[in-house]
């Protein structure tokens, strides 16, 4: 059975730094693409960014230049470093499995929510 857990959410001011771990079990990690994703209240969810099987990752212009995604096999994860801060990023955070980055996303975690306040 595929399953993701989200952890490292929490408050921070904004030009503060978090670190996101999505950890993956029944599988592994660098079998799909994983992805990221935000949904603040009253809008809509948003991508923020993907690493596919080979490691390359692909990012949402909001976060571009300011978030790093990875991938670790030997911890089955896949981290999301946060650099920057702004407060428009405070939102629930979510990764999600898919077989390829542009494929529907077919396991999702539960979330961590994320505040930067200014």
């Known amino acids: 059975q595929v399953q993701l857990q989200e952890s490292g959410g929490g408050s921070v001011q904004a030009r503060g730094s978090l670190r996101l771990t999505c950890e993956a079990s029944?599988?592994?990690?660098?079998?799909?693409?994983i992805g990221w994703f935000r949904q603040a209240p009253g809008k809509e969810r948003e991508e923020v960014a993907t690493v596919d099987k080979n490691g390359n990752p692909n990012y949402a212009p909001s976060v571009k230049g300011r978030f790093t995604i990875s991938q670790d096999t030997g911890a089955n994860a896949v981290y999301l470093q946060m650099n920057s801060l702004k407060p428009e990023d405070t939102a629930m955070y979510y990764c999600?499995?898919?077989?390829?980055?542009?494929?529907?996303?077919?396991?999702w975690g539960q979330g961590t929510q994320v505040t930067v306040s200014s």
């Open positions: 029944g599988y592994t990690i660098n079998w799909y693409c």
């Open positions: 999600a499995a898919a077989f390829e980055c542009r494929a529907p996303w077919f396991e």
